[in-house]
Every structure is written in C-alpha cells, then in structure tokens.
C-alpha cells in the first residue's frame, strides 16, 4: 500500500492538530517512534534526513573544536534535543549553550546553533532559520558540506536574521559570545578532492 503525503494547503484551517513539546517528548518516551530519526518543528513531527560519513565527520570535528576551545566557559551539546519553543523541539548538530546543568528540561537558550547540511540545506535555510530567529538563539551557523562553505546569521530583529554572510576554505569565523574562539571552516568542511 502507498502512503500518500498530503497537501498541507488543502486542509482547512484550524484542522490540523499540530503537538506541543510536551506531548512529542511523552510520545518519544514512550517509543512511539522507535528508532525513526525525527525532531519536532513547528508543531509538526518531521523525519530527519539519515546522515554520512561527511555529515559525521564535520559534527565530529566542530563540536570537537568548540568544546576544546569553550573548556567550561560553557556547554557543548551534539545533536541533542534543544527545547526551542512550545511547539519546537529540533535536534541540532551541534549548539553551544551556558554552563548550566539542564537535569530536567533539554536547554532552551543557545548562543550557537549549528546545523551541518547535506541533504537538508533547503530546510536549514527556510524552516530552521526562521526557528531559530525566533526564539533564544543568539547565532546560527549552517555548515554547507557539499559547497564547503558556513553560512553565518546573526542579529535577530523581529523573527528575522538581519545578517547573513558565507564564509569558505581559508577563512575563519568565531561566535559572537567568544570572538576568542577561532574556527578555521577548513577545519569543519570536506577537504577538496
């Protein structure tokens, strides 16, 4: 039998019952999705695209870095649940919060977030930028593998990045909170072959 992927704009408004945070962590606890990779957006449960030996290494090496150059300044968190909203509980690869313990909520404040793209640039771009511009997110890195580029937005001004700039091989950036932190993106990208 097909499953058929609805058209969202067909369905009427107000019919749609999207989840709350709250509701997808008690489905997740309960296995409902079992090893499905999926993260919670907007209300919407969504698959996560499965990642490669790229993906894995570029979320290896920058959570590496930053947690080696952070020390206990603060804490580095790799694809973990990060509480964003009611309705948003996304799954970042890596995000770097205050040095606080988080025993009984996942964080809800990062000063960086990072999203390491293959696949899912296009949704990087649109959807979780326009997250992550609306809540507690002081920065947003998207690390491009496939074009070996990081793409930087920053200064949040009503939902919005009012900055956007990519950086490629034989630049470097460094996070707003720790201008001290440098990140060479050769270091995070695939080497050119």
């Known amino acids: 039998?097909?499953?058929?992927?609805?058209?969202?704009?067909?369905?009427?408004?107000?019919?749609?019952?999207?989840?709350?945070?709250?509701?997808?962590?008690?489905?997740?606890?309960e296995h409902?999705?079992?090893?499905?990779?999926?993260?919670?957006?907007?209300?919407?449960?969504?698959?996560?695209?499965?990642?490669?030996?790229?993906?894995?290494?570029?979320?290896?090496?920058?959570h590496a870095l930053l947690a080696k150059?952070?020390?206990?300044?603060?804490?580095?968190?790799?694809?973990s649940?990060?509480?964003a909203a009611d309705d948003s509980e996304p799954q970042p690869d890596v995000y770097v919060t205050a040095p606080a313990s988080h025993w009984d909520d996942n964080p809800s404040r990062a000063h960086l977030v990072v999203e390491i793209a293959n696949?899912?640039?296009?949704?990087?771009?649109?959807?979780?930028?326009?997250?992550?511009?609306?809540?507690?997110?002081?920065?947003?890195?998207?690390?491009?593998?496939?074009?070996?580029?990081v793409e930087v937005y920053r200064d949040q001004d009503a939902g919005q990045w009012r900055t956007i700039t990519t950086h490629r091989r034989g630049e470097t950036i460094s996070p707003l909170a720790f201008p001290d932190v440098v990140i060479?993106?050769?270091?995070?990208?695939?080497?050119?072959d």
Not at 125 to 140: F, G, M, N, P, Q
Not at 184 to 191: H, L, N, Q, R
């Open 1 to 29: 039998m097909e499953t058929m992927q609805p058209d969202v704009e067909l369905i009427p408004y107000g019919e749609m019952r999207r989840l709350t945070r709250r509701e997808y962590e008690r489905l997740r606890a």
């Open 119 to 149: 696949s899912s640039l296009r949704r990087d771009r649109i959807v979780k930028a326009r997250l992550y511009s609306r809540v507690d997110v002081e920065e947003y890195w998207i690390v491009d593998i496939n074009a070996g580029t």
């Open 69 to 79: 150059k952070l020390d206990a300044r603060a804490r580095v968190y790799c694809q």
């Open 81 to 83: 649940a990060f509480a």
């Open 184 to 192: 060479a993106v050769s270091e995070i990208v695939p080497p050119i």
């Open 32 to 62: 409902f999705f079992g090893n499905e990779r999926v993260e919670l957006l907007f209300g919407t449960v969504v698959t996560m695209p499965p990642v490669d030996s790229r993906h894995t290494e570029s979320t290896y090496r920058l």
